[in-house]
T-cell receptor
Framework: QKEVEQNSGPLSVPEGAIASLNCTYS??????FFWYRQYSGKSPELIMF????GDKEDGRFTAQLNKASQYVSLLIRDSQPSDSATYLC?????????????FGKGTSLLVTP | DAGVIQSPRHEVTEMGQEVTLRCKPI?????LFWYRQTMMRGLELLIY????????DSGMPEDRFSAKMPNASFSTLKIQPSEPRDSAVYFC????????????FGDGTRLSIL
């Protein structure tokens, strides 16, 4: 079983702080990693993807990848109440003759005003 | 551009009835995925198609579930007969082939089996 692990939370941070969301994965062959945000009652929406070791920044979001440690993280700077949602880590893995996404169960983030 | 379109958005039916969920992927995408999401198990992959061909259905829970993709713009997920434990949100997603391309999700179908 190829696992993607996330703390379920809730992770509570004050408005304006940095929120740090973490994810570990078990399949060393994984090549691409995705962060999705899911508001309650809505579908997952893509925030960022990363496939090279190091950091990737997009606005207030930074994804960090360490393949040696099998670790992916998402940092949200200047957190806003509108960032309150569940964040899903997903790892692209070979499945059959193609690829599929293996999702973690998500971390619930609450940004308090 | 239109995203992934699913119908119906909500379905409430009685145990034993047949349920059919529908999905139209984003035009040009050659992968289509069906997921089920519950609080207990999170987001689970049921089956996926590549160029309309089912590639892996190892996530389909049992023979009561079936999926088809008769053409590049339409797929169905059918449950027959339905049971209360099938109650969940079912998502369809599509993507391009390249390994770095993300999946785009539809709005989901919230299914309740009474």
């Amino acid at each position: 079983q190829k696992e993607v692990e996330q703390n379920s939370g809730p992770l509570s941070v004050p408005e304006g702080a940095i929120a740090s969301l973490n994810c570990t994965y078990s399949d060393r062959g994984s090549q691409s990693f995705f962060w999705y945000r899911q508001y309650s009652g809505k579908s997952p929406e893509l925030i960022m993807f990363i496939y090279s070791n190091g950091d990737k920044e997009d606005g207030r979001f930074t994804a960090q990848l360490n393949k040696a440690s099998q670790y992916v993280s998402l940092l949200i700077r200047d957190s806003q109440p509108s960032d309150s949602a569940t964040y899903l880590c997903a790892v692209k893995v070979p499945l059959g003759s193609g690829y599929a996404l293996n999702f973690g169960k998500g971390t619930s983030l609450l940004v308090t005003p | 551009d239109a995203g992934v379109i699913q119908s119906p958005r909500h379905e409430v039916t009685e145990m034993g009835q047949e349920v059919t969920l529908r999905c139209k992927p984003i035009s040009g995408h050659d992968y289509l995925f069906w997921y089920r999401q519950t609080m207990m198990r999170g987001l689970e992959l049921l089956i996926y198609f590549n160029n309309n061909v089912p590639i892996d259905d190892s996530g389909m829970p049992e023979d009561r579930f079936s999926a088809k993709m008769p053409n590049a713009s339409f797929s169905t997920l059918k449950i027959q007969p339905s049971e209360p434990r099938d109650s969940a949100v079912y998502f369809c997603a599509s993507s391009f082939t390249r390994v770095d391309q993300p999946q785009h999700f539809g709005d989901g179908t919230r299914l309740s089996i009474l």
